[in-house]
């Protein structure tokens, strides 16, 4: 029996296992029509976010402890989004015990926006707000800590491509109008 085993990091990668798969199974056609509509969409997010006044300062929180700051695809969704993640050096860090962050490191770069999705639990914005040094952190005094549930951003896949990505930059979106507009 073949076994076909993919390990998709990245947007691109994703894309191409779409096609790969669909090759695999006799749909070529509709995996391609589904990659390529995949694609355009995530063309039109990032020409909207190329329209945002400002990209904000993310954090990806991908689990709490330890903390583990967000996989490739998920930061290259958030830069498709509007946003800037604040661990670009991380992104190549395939495995999770390689993207585990000090706290403190966080803290110090300050992110404006906190995204959490912590794989099988549901997101406690209380503990992340109250994690030592993090009342002076921008996302947590503003009040820009949200949660993207797993099912939408952590499986590397259609839904991290359409749902996932819409969700946070209608966040972003609204966020840097609510940044920019004068209270």
Not at 41 to 51: E, I, S, T
Not at 66 to 76: A, D, K
Not at 99 to 118: G, H, L, M, N, T
Request: hydrophobic share 45%; with cysteine.
């Amino acid at each position: 029996m073949n076994v076909v085993v993919f390990n998709q990091r990245s947007v691109a990668e994703i894309l191409q296992m779409i096609r790969i798969l669909g090759g695999l199974v006799g749909c070529q056609h509709e995996a391609e029509q589904l990659a390529d509509r995949l694609a355009a969409d995530l063309d039109a997010v990032a020409r909207a976010a190329a329209h945002l006044p400002a990209r904000l300062r993310v954090f990806f929180e991908e689990w709490d402890d330890p903390l583990i700051s967000g996989i490739r695809w998920v930061e290259e969704l958030v830069e498709i989004a509007g946003g800037a993640p604040i661990f670009p050096e991380l992104r190549d860090a395939a495995l999770a015990k390689d993207r585990v962050v000090d706290p403190a490191d966080v803290a110090r770069r300050d992110p404006q926006v906190i995204f959490a999705s912590w794989c099988g639990k549901k997101v406690k914005k209380a503990a992340i707000a109250a994690r030592p040094g993090w009342d002076q952190v921008s996302a947590v005094r503003d009040d820009r800590i949200f949660e993207i549930k797993s099912t939408y951003i952590l499986q590397p896949g259609p839904a991290s491509l359409t749902e996932g990505v819409r969700q946070i930059h209608e966040i972003l979106a609204r966020e840097t109008d609510r940044r920019s507009t004068p209270e």
